[in-house]
């Protein structure tokens, strides 16, 4: 298992799949708000639920209506299980607050690959990957 040092932004502790990106998203416009689907056209995510995964990202972006739309998909059970940012900006973190969504930046995104599991633990500001066998 390898595990990375970052900063908490939202406490929790939670295990899941890895959604990951190299492209920032954004809430308001690119993720519908019932389902969890991305729709913003042509970001590598385009099609793929945010529900449940651990959503790795290097930041977020877009209007600050995006952090209502975070906490419109923690009330319609869509919401990430977590966040992990290279560096989380203020859409996002207000977002993960108002939702509880555990989240954590400062993270090398880049050792993270798609459907790894994780491990979040925001509390200690540490996301452990198990490595696949």
Do not use: C, W
Request: net charge negative; aromatic share 4%; charged share 25%.
């Amino acid at each position: 298992m390898i595990e990375l040092q970052g900063r908490k932004i939202y406490k929790g502790k939670v295990q899941g799949e890895a959604l990951v990106t190299a492209v920032d998203l954004s809430f308001y416009g690119g993720v519908d708000p019932e389902t969890g689907e991305v729709v913003e056209k042509d970001h590598p995510l385009e099609g793929l639920s945010v529900a449940g995964k651990i959503l790795v990202m290097p930041s977020g972006k877009g209007s600050t209506v995006g952090s209502y739309v975070l906490y419109a998909l923690r009330k319609a059970d869509k919401a990430p299980a977590a966040i992990v940012n290279k560096e989380t900006d203020p859409v996002i973190a207000v977002g993960s607050i108002i939702s509880e969504i555990p989240t954590v930046d400062s993270i090398d995104i880049t050792k993270i690959e798609n459907g790894q599991t994780v491990e979040v633990d925001a509390d200690r500001g540490v996301v452990s990957i198990h490595e696949r066998t």
